[in-house]
C-alpha cells in the first residue's frame, strides 16, 4: 500500500461518535461480569483500553475489559509519556504517527484530560555516521508526512539553552511531537470505551482460556467465567503467562528500566523540547520544573526470568546505582547543570522487550480468534492509540488495515520462546533503537541458535555469518588472511569487494551458496491438489517433477506468500518458502486448507540441507560429479529430478533468483558434507567460488526479481509488481483473490514497482530512498544493493501516478532518488536492466 494511503486509513476519523449520554456509570461492586461478550480485552494498560475504544467505535460495545489489578498498574502508570513519531520502520511510525492525533482529540471527546504537551522533539548525531542516518531518516518521514527539519547546533543551543552542543555534528528537529500523561490517557480510553457500552473489570485474573477445534471458546476468571470468539491478550509484561494458558508462544521478556528525575532547576519550562541522545543512550525532557533523563544502555539486565509475580501491582525495582551510574554520568553531561543538581528520584521499573525490537501484534497461528498486542519495547504509549486501531480492524475485518508484517506475532517461532534466548537477546534489545541503525547490521547477542550441518565448512572456508529466523547463515565469505566480521558505515563496508568477487563469479563461472534454513513444507493426500489449487495463484494441476513459483493471495488481491512448489507425486507437493516466513505461511496453508479435506502438512525444514549452485558453469560442474544428463533438452528450467552424487540421492531442482544458469539441490542432512566436499574438489576446475546472501541479493535485485515482506506484501497484488503472469486466471475453481484482480486487471496501473539503477556509482542505496519524478515524490525504495554487472546501486521502488505507471512515463526518466541531503539522477526500467529476456537462465 502507498505510504500516503494508509497514513489516510490510519488518520481516518472514528465513525461511530460517543455521546455523553450513552455513559454507564457504576462502581466496580455493582457490576457482574456478563456470562457472553462479542470480545474479551486481557489487560488494563494503554494497549488494552485502545483496544476496547477503538473496537466500540467500530460498533462492537459487548467488549468486556479485564485487568487483575488497576488500570495502569502495571508498567503504563511509570511510563515516560513521550510521542515521538519517527520510528525505525515505516509500520511503527504510522502507528505513532496516528497516535499522536488521536491523543489530541480525545479530551475534547472524552472530557478527561490527558496532560498533552506539545513541546516538540530534537535528536542529536554527534558522529558523521549517524548524521548521515538522520538525514536519510528524515527523507523517509517527510514522505509519511512527518513535518521535520535539520537544525543546527546553534539552534539546538537557542531551544535547549541548558543543553551542551560542542559535540553536536547535526540535529532534527519534530516540532509536532510531544510528550502525554501515561496514567490520564489511558484513563481518557477507558472512558470513551465505558461511554460506548465497553464493561471494565478491575481486580479480575485470568485463569484459563478455553479452546475448541483450534477456537477460542471461553475465558475463566476469578469473577466468572466468559463465552468469546475472541480474546485479546494485552496483558504486557505478563501476556507471555496469558500465551501459555492458551498454549500460544509469545516471546517478550520483562526488563529493568532506568529514569531519574532531578530536583528543580531554573530556567526549566514544559516547552522545552524532548532531547533525544543516541551518542549518550538517553533521553532527556522536563518534568514539572524538573528534569527526567532515561536510560536505554546497551547491555540491560533481564527481570523475572521466571514469570511476573502476580501481586507486582504500581511496583519497582530496586535500583543498581553501580551498574548504571556510567550511563547516567555520560547522559548527565547533555546538560552540565545536572552536575551540581540533586537527584530526587532514580527509578526502575520493568518494561517488556521481544527478540526483534518489534512489537507482537495479530492473531496468534495456532489458535483462531486469540489475538495478541504486546511486547513494545516501551513505546507501548506512543504507538498505543495505532496498535488500538489496528487491532480493532484486524479482529473485524479478518485483516489489518495496513501492511504490518514487521510487527506481526506470526514472524514468530516457538523456539524462540525459550527463556535462555530471550534473557540473552533482551541484553542488547532494549537499547537497540538509541544505537546506530547500520544497513546490514546484524544481532550480536543470543547467536548460533541454528546451524546446519554445512556450517562448520562454511566457517572453514570464510564465513561472516548472519542471523536470520535463528539460524547462522553465510552472508559473506573473507579471503584468506582477512577476519570475517563487519566494520560498519553509511558508504562501502569493508566486504564490498568480496561481495563484486562472488557476484562476478556468478555471472561469468559458477558460485555456491548454502540456503539450508529455507522452510520445506510436505503437502500430502488425495487432496493435495485442489487444497493447494485453490490457495495458489498458479495452476498447480502439473505433471509430477514440475516446480511451479506462485502467490498466496488474501482476497483483496495482496500477496501473502511469494513461494515455489513442486509435484513430488499425484498427492504429494513439496513447498519452499524463506525460514522467516514459516509460521506465517504455514498458518495461511492451515487456516485456508477446505476443513472437511484429506490433506496433511509437514515441516521436514531440518531434514533437508540445500546447496545452491548457479552461474554459466553450474551444468558442466554438476555433471562432471552427480548422475543422469544434464542438458537443457534433458533438464529443463522448472523441473525436478532425484539424482546421485557420492553415495548421497537427492532432489535437483533447475531454478535461479539469480538470473543465471543453475540448480538448487535439496540433499538428506547427513549426506550433505559428503555432497558439499564433492562439489567443492571438482568446483576448482569450473572457476566455483562460494558465495553468501549478500551476493544472493545484489544478484536478485540486478535481475529485478521481488523478496516478499521488502518488494511484495500483504497490500500489494501481483499486478503492481508485474507479476501477473504467475496467475492461472481460467483454471478450474479460480484462485483466492481472482477476483479482486479481475476487478483491476483492465484498469490502469497507478502504482508499479521500478527498477532504478544510479547514475552515479559512488552513492549506495539501501531502503526506504524517497523516489522522485520531476521533482515530486512519487514513492520509495523497498530494496537495493550495488549492481556489480551494472556498475552501480540498483534499487526497486514503487512509483505511484494518478494517470497510471505507463512504460513511456518510466522510459521518459526525469526519475531522481533522494538519499539523505542529496539528490542523485537515476535511469528507470520496467524490465530488468540485466538480462532483460532471460535467456540466460535457459541456456
Not at 477507558?190 to 477445534?213: H, L
Request: proline residues 5%; aromatic residues 8%; glycine residues 10%.
Amino acid at each position: 500500500m502507498p505510504a500516503n494511503v494508509s497514513v489516510a486509513i490510519l488518520a481516518m476519523p472514528a465513525t461511530t461518535n460517543f455521546k455523553s449520554g450513552a455513559s454507564i456509570v457504576m462502581t466496580q461492586s455493582s457490576k457482574v461480569l456478563p456470562t457472553r461478550a462479542r470480545a474479551v480485552v486481557v489487560g488494563g494498560g494503554v494497549v488494552g483500553c485502545s483496544v476496547a475504544y477503538h473496537l466500540a467505535k467500530l460498533g462492537w460495545t459487548d467488549v468486556v475489559l479485564i485487568e487483575r489489578a488497576q488500570l495502569t498498574s502495571g508498567t503504563t502508570w511509570h511510563a515516560a509519556g513521550l510521542l515521538t513519531t519517527l520510528r525505525d520502520t515505516e509500520t511503527q511510525t504510522k502507528l505513532a504517527l496516528y497516535t499522536q492525533g488521536l491523543y489530541r482529540r480525545l479530551e475534547e471527546e472524552t472530557g478527561q484530560a490527558t496532560g498533552l504537551i506539545g513541546c516538540g522533539s530534537i535528536q542529536l548525531a554527534c558522529t558523521p555516521d549517524k548524521a548521515e542516518e538522520m538525514r536519510r531518516g528524515l527523507q523517509a518521514a517527510k514522505v509519511w508526512n512527518i513535518e521535520c527539519e535539520e537544525i543546527s547546533p546553534a539552534e539546538v543551543q537557542r531551544m535547549w539553552p541548558l543543553a551542551y552542543t560542542g559535540d553536536v555534528q547535526a540535529a532534527f528537529h519534530f516540532p509536532h511531537d510531544g510528550r502525554i500523561n501515561p496514567t490520564d490517557v489511558t484513563q481518557a480510553l477507558a472512558k470513551g470505551a465505558r461511554m460506548a457500552g465497553v464493561q471494565i473489570f478491575e481486580n479480575c485474573s485470568v485463569g484459563a482460556i478455553e479452546s475448541e477445534a483450534g477456537k477460542v471458546i471461553a475465558v475463566d476468571t476469578s469473577l466468572g467465567r466468559i463465552e468469546t470468539s475472541i480474546v485479546v491478550n494485552c496483558a504486557g509484561m505478563w501476556a507471555r503467562e496469558i500465551g501459555r494458558l492458551a498454549g500460544i508462544d509469545i516471546p517478550l521478556q520483562a526488563a529493568e528500566h532506568y529514569y531519574l528525575i532531578s530536583d528543580s532547576v531554573a530556567g526549566v519550562h514544559t516547552n522545552l523540547p524532548i532531547l533525544r541522545d543516541p551518542a549518550r543512550q538517553a533521553y532527556v525532557r522536563e518534568e514539572a520544573g524538573k528534569i527526567m533523563v532515561g536510560i536505554f544502555e546497551d547491555a540491560a539486565r533481564p527481570w523475572a526470568l521466571e514469570g511476573v509475580p502476580d501481586d507486582f501491582t504500581f511496583g519497582e525495582i530496586q535500583p543498581d546505582w553501580d551498574r548504571l551510574q556510567p550511563y547516567l554520568e555520560r547522559a548527565m553531561e547533555r546538560v552540565p547543570i545536572l552536575a551540581q543538581t540533586g537527584i530526587k528520584l532514580l527509578f526502575c521499573g520493568p518494561e517488556s522487550f521481544t527478540a526483534d525490537h518489534n512489537y507482537l501484534m495479530g492473531e496468534a497461528a495456532k489458535l483462531k480468534g486469540f489475538f495478541v498486542a504486546a511486547g513494545f519495547n516501551s513505546l507501548g504509549i506512543l504507538s498505543g492509540g495505532g496498535v488500538g486501531l489496528v487491532m480493532a480492524h484486524w479482529i473485524a475485518n479478518g485483516h489489518p488495515p495496513m501492511d504490518v508484517w514487521s510487527v506481526n506475532i506470526n514472524r514468530t517461532h516457538h523456539w524462540q520462546n525459550n527463556t535462555s534466548y530471550l534473557a540473552d537477546r533482551l541484553v542488547e534489545s532494549l537499547g537497540i533503537g538509541y544505537q546506530d541503525h547500520w544497513p546490514f547490521r546484524q544481532w550480536q547477542t543470543a547467536r548460533g541458535v541454528k546451524r546446519s550441518m554445512l556450517h562448520d565448512r562454511m566457517a572453514a572456508a570464510g564465513a561472516c555469518f548472519g542471523e536470520a529466523a535463528g539460524w547462522e547463515r553465510p552472508n559473506w565469505f573473507a579471503n584468506p588472511g582477512q577476519t570475517p566480521e563487519y566494520r560498519h558505515s553509511w558508504s562501502r563496508q569493508n566486504w564490498f569487494e568480496n561481495n563484486a568477487a562472488e557476484h562476478r563469479a556468478v555471472r561469468e563461472q559458477v558460485g555456491m551458496f548454502e540456503q539450508s534454513s529455507f522452510a520445506k513444507l510436505l503437502v500430502q493426500g488425495r487432496d493435495a491438489e485442489p487444497c493447494l489449487n485453490r490457495i495458489a495463484s498458479a495452476d498447480l494441476s502439473v505433471p509430477i517433477g514440475k516446480v511451479v513459483y506462485t502467490q498466496f493471495l488474501n482476497v483483496r488481491g495482496g500477496i501473502e506468500a511469494d513461494i515455489t512448489i513442486t509435484r513430488l507425486a499425484a498427492d504429494q507437493y513439496l513447498l519452499l518458502t524463506p525460514a522467516f516466513t514459516a509460521t506465517h505461511v504455514t498458518a495461511w496453508l492451515r487456516n485456508h486448507f477446505e476443513p472437511a479435506s484429506h490433506c496433511v502438512l509437514t515441516d521436514i525444514s531440518d531434514a533437508w540441507c540445500m546447496l545452491n549452485v548457479q552461474g554459466p558453469n553450474a551444468r558442466a560442474l554438476l555433471s562432471s560429479v552427480a548422475t543422469g544428463d544434464w542438458s537443457n533438452a534433458a533438464f529443463p528450467f522448472g523441473t525436478v529430478r532425484e539424482v546421485q552424487i557420492g553415495y548421497a540421492t537427492l532432489l535437483a531442482m533447475r531454478l535461479s533468483y539469480v538470473g543465471e544458469l543453475g540448480w538448487e539441490l535439496y540433499i538428506p542432512a547427513p549426506f550433505a558434507p559428503g555432497v558439499y566436499d564433492a562439489l567443492l574438489e571438482a568446483g576448482a576446475a569450473h572457476g566455483l567460488r562460494h558465495c553468501g546472501y549478500h551476493t544472493l541479493n545484489s544478484l536478485r535485485i540486478e535481475k529485478g526479481f521481488r523478496e516478499w515482506s521488502h518488494d511484495i506484501g500483504s497490500d500489494d497484488t501481483p499486478l503492481d509488481a508485474d507479476l501477473g503472469f504467475t496467475c492461472a486466471w481460467n483454471k478450474p475453481g479460480g484462485f483466492i483473490g481472482r477476483d479482486a484482480l479481475v476487478d483491476l486487471r483492465d484498469k490502469p496501473r497507478r502504482r508499479r514497482l521500478v527498477q532504478f539503477l544510479l547514475e552515479d556509482p559512488k552513492e549506495n542505496l539501501f531502503h526506504n530512498e524517497p523516489i522522485l519524478h520531476r521533482g515530486e515524490r512519487v514513492g520509495m525504495v523497498t530494496s537495493a544493493m550495488y549492481g556489480h554487472t551494472l556498475g552501480g546501486s540498483v534499487g526497486l521502488g514503487y512509483v505511484s501516478h494518478e494517470d497510471g505507471v505507463t512504460a513511456d512515463l518510466v522510459a521518459g526518466g526525469a526519475f531522481t532518488l533522494q538519499i539523505a541531503d542529496r539528490i542523485v539522477p537515476a535511469r528507470a526500467s520496467l524490465d530488468p536492466m540485466y538480462d532483460p529476456d532471460a535467456g540466460r537462465m535457459f541456456i
